[in-house]
């Protein structure tokens, strides 16, 4: 007798009374959770198949259905979870490391919500935003540059190249391959309307989307997959992957099941062998070795691009960051431990690496100590929610952030975190072709222009009601913000007064 | 057009050499400048000296000769083009290599084809006429690396960790011994004389630097592939 000892964790609840049999369930579900009992003439469900995306219930004409979290519960246990037993029946069955998707979902503590923000009163007025000038542009890139001039007053500094932005934000690292061709040319587009950047992430950058390069940051990583001198000619920037908050310590392994003819053209690999880009560049055990590259990487683009390095949030980001800084590198971009990813182990998701709050904050920090900070800007990603944290996050000390999560969610991803497994109902970390094309790439990317641009009003509002009417102004403004809830070391690592305590 | 490096940056070498309309360069008294021709095409650069790291980083068509030793990461995420080393390589030689050819004519150093790959037509060569260091063809996915042991009495002609990670392409290691810890997904199988892929580039080796090819194309060799293109699938199990 077979004994099934995982359970399912859903149930899916049909109104029997609302059902009309149209079955679109059936076919809008990749995952074969519906079909038609033709022998009873209504629909039935196979819970165990469902994964929680929500797709069958957004898209049901008549709204019969609804998906529940199941409840069966195994016998109650504060110290052994239903998802702790679940994670040994799967591994006692395959022997396997548990393969897990999209960011860090346990409960750990998280910053952005214990800040608070200042707002002027009285002495100092407010700003209304739809009456005066709001400056939201920022400009990444060094600011390490003696200016000198000529006698006619001419420059004569050649200025580092940078990123102009006209909101603090980027959609960050997603590669073609863990997601769609539709969620990059709707993420390129976007990024073209709103006057920002995408990021290729290391899979290589579509021939069909070298006209957006302007727009475009694209990704070198240890697997260099996609990356010859056309690809870094065509973009405005080149990020240096060497680490990413979903998997520090870890590389990318995209399986062979999502490597589609087109994939392995962009990525440059041969078809139907998984790409494999473990987690540490072999060429880079120092920050010396980390300079060769980013000077390669210059060198072979003309030095007209600024260079990005990405790392991921881990307890020794301060050391990390100095190093970087004087790597020739233009910005750092920190990916705090909540960021997302395609797929990752289970065990380094949920267990590596550190808040991005602090990570920013003590970064942030250390380089004014050094004296370093104008050498770089600061990007930070890794569960940006809101404008609210990217104001945080910026009051704290980044120039901008990136957006990975936020963007995929704005496409329609419901954060089943099933990524992994390649079949994706909407259309976003899937590679087959009749569930890539229910994401309309001009519909993602009015959607995501709408979310950005909601921010950037959202944002106007905030620093208007603190009497602040430049991004500039707000950045590293510490006194702006103010901790509720926090021990006395977290307050001194992120440099914060506690709410209630004066200027 | 020659150059004398002597005094120049690697940068301001760069620009040289992208601003002449000489196909054919000579770049003498090379003195650790680092990313000589990196990313170059259609051109041809002899170089006396000893150039820095990251020589042909990014090439991208142009051929390279070196008459000298070459250091760390020569030939970088190289696209298509030729290195050839009259002398010894360093570590890193040859990552993520996806076409072109390097031929070395002594030893190289740790880590050398690293993440080598084909694309389509393309399958990137990498010989070493005498011996690797460890790490050799880590994270393989495609391509062809030789390693000759010229001159060597014995023994394994590649250090530890040969082919770690390997899911793809082919190392000939011209010996009777296998590397020290080989891991388990790359199985071994020797074999008597090459075949003609593995001969033409044996051949293009021995035209370099003047040996015959008939002293190596017949002998034992030990070849190296992966077990299987994905190799790491059963590693993992959905959660």
Known sequence: ?503 | MKINANGYTAKKLNIMIGRSNDESIEIEGVIGQRYIGTALSGKILEIEGAPGNALGAFLDGAKIELFGNAQEATGDTMNAGEIVIHGNAGDATGYAMRGGEIFIEGDVGYRCGIHMKAYRGNSPAIVIGGKAGSFLGEYQAGGTIVVLGDGRAGGAVAGYFCGTGMHGGEIWLRSQDAPAALPEQVKTERVKGVPSNVEMLIKKWCAKFGKEAINYTGDEFLKLSPDDANPYKRLYTPN
């Not at chain 1, 923000?117 to 060094?142: F, K, W, Y």
């Not at chain 1, 602090?358 to 930070?380: F, P, Q, T």
């Open chain 1, 1 to 503: 007798m077979k004994v099934r000892y995982i359970l399912p964790a859903f149930e899916v609840l049909r109104d029997e009374s609302k059902c009309v049999n149209c079955r679109l369930c059936e076919r809008e579900c990749a995952n074969g959770v519906h079909s038609f009992d033709s022998e009873r003439g209504r629909m039935i469900a196979n819970d165990a198949k469902c994964v929680d995306c929500h797709r069958c219930v957004c898209t049901c004409p008549t709204g019969a259905l609804k998906i529940a979290e199941t409840k069966d519960v195994y016998r109650s246990n504060a110290n052994w979870s239903r998802a702790a037993i679940d994670e040994i029946y799967r591994q006692a069955e395959s022997g396997g490391v548990l393969l897990s998707s999209m960011g860090n979902p346990d409960t750990y503590p998280e910053f952005w919500n214990r800040l608070l923000i200042n707002a002027s009163q009285v002495t100092n007025p407010p700003i209304d935003p739809l009456r005066e000038p709001m400056e939201t542009q920022v400009r990444l890139g060094s600011g390490r540059v003696k200016i000198e001039r000529d006698e006619n007053g001419r420059l004569k500094t050649a200025l580092p190249p940078q990123l102009e932005l006209q909101v603090p934000v980027m959609f960050s690292a997603m590669s073609y391959g863990s997601v769609s061709y539709n969620v990059h040319a709707a993420l390129a587009r976007a990024a073209k309307e709103l006057g920002i950047y995408y990021n290729t992430g290391e899979g290589g950058l579509h021939r069909d989307l070298y006209g957006y390069g302007d727009h475009t940051i694209v990704q070198v990583a240890s697997g260099r997959f996609g990356v010859f001198r056309e690809y870094l000619d065509a973009a405005a920037a080149i990020e240096i992957k060497m680490g990413q908050g979903a998997k520090p310590g870890i590389g990318g392994h995209l399986p062979a099941a999502k490597i589609t003819p087109a994939v392995a053209r962009t990525r440059m690999i041969p078809e139907g062998s998984d790409a494999i880009s473990p987690a540490p560049h072999h060429d880079i055990y120092s920050i010396e070795d980390l300079r060769q590259l980013v000077m390669s990487v210059k060198e072979a683009t003309g030095c007209r691009k600024p260079v990005i390095v990405k790392v991921a949030a881990v307890h020794n980001i301060e050391a990390i960051a100095s190093g970087i800084a004087r790597s020739g590198a233009d910005v750092i971009a920190i990916d705090g431990f909540r960021g997302g990813t395609g797929a990752a182990p289970t065990r380094i998701r949920d267990n590596v690496g550190i808040p991005v709050e602090l990570a920013l904050a003590r970064v942030d920090d250390r380089l004014r100590e050094e004296g370093v900070r104008d050498n770089v800007s600061i990007v930070v990603g890794g569960s940006i929610r809101s404008s609210a944290d990217m104001l945080k996050a910026i009051a704290l000390g980044a120039d901008a952030c990136y957006i990975g999560t936020a963007a995929l969610i704005s496409l329609g991803c419901h954060l089943c975190r099933s990524c992994h497994t390649g079949i994706c109902n909407w259309g976003i970390a899937t590679q087959i072709p009749d569930l890539v094309a229910r994401l309309d790439p001009d519909e993602g990317a009015r959607r995501l222009v709408n979310l950005v641009t909601a921010w950037k009003h959202e944002l106007e509002e905030m620093m208007g009601c603190m009497g602040i009417n430049s991004v500039e102004a707000l950045r590293g403004n510490r006194l702006m913000l103010r901790g509720i809830g926090m021990t006395e070391s977290e307050l001194r690592l992120l440099g914060v007064k506690p709410a209630g305590e004066s200027m």
